[in-house]
């Protein structure tokens, strides 16, 4: 059974930074693709980031530029570094890890506070 772990969330003024981080186990086999998605009340989950086992990324438009969604496949961890955060990318974000032979997994998701 894979689990993801994420870290990383917070309280954030405008404009400033946040990094979070999923940690997957449990699986002998590399997640093929890994990323992060978002909810905020009201709202349906969106796709914020996610990053491929080659290497291959793709973002929403709303954070491009801002956020960096990385890997590190020795460590079975995704990262999301968050700069110029704004009022509207409060939410709660969620881990996804979606594997070829055992499906997609989700986080239990971390709260995401921008505010002055």
């Known amino acids: 059974q894979v689990q993801l772990v994420e870290s990383g969330g917070g309280l954030v003024q405008p404009g400033g930074s946040l990094r979070l981080s999923c940690a997957a186990s449990?699986?002998?086999?590399?997640?093929?693709?890994m990323g992060w998605f978002r909810q905020a009340p009201g709202k349906q989950r969106e796709l914020v980031a996610r990053v491929f086992s080659g290497g291959t990324t793709n973002y929403a438009d709303s954070v491009k530029g801002r956020f960096t969604i990385s890997r590190d496949d020795a460590k079975n961890t995704v990262y999301l570094q968050m700069n110029s955060l704004k009022f509207e990318d409060t939410a709660v974000y969620y881990c996804?890890?979606?594997?070829?032979?055992?499906?997609?997994?989700w986080g239990q998701g971390t709260q995401v506070t921008v505010s002055s």
């Open positions: 996804k890890a979606e594997y070829l032979v055992l499906g997609a997994y």
């Open positions: 449990g699986s002998r086999f590399r997640a093929n693709a």
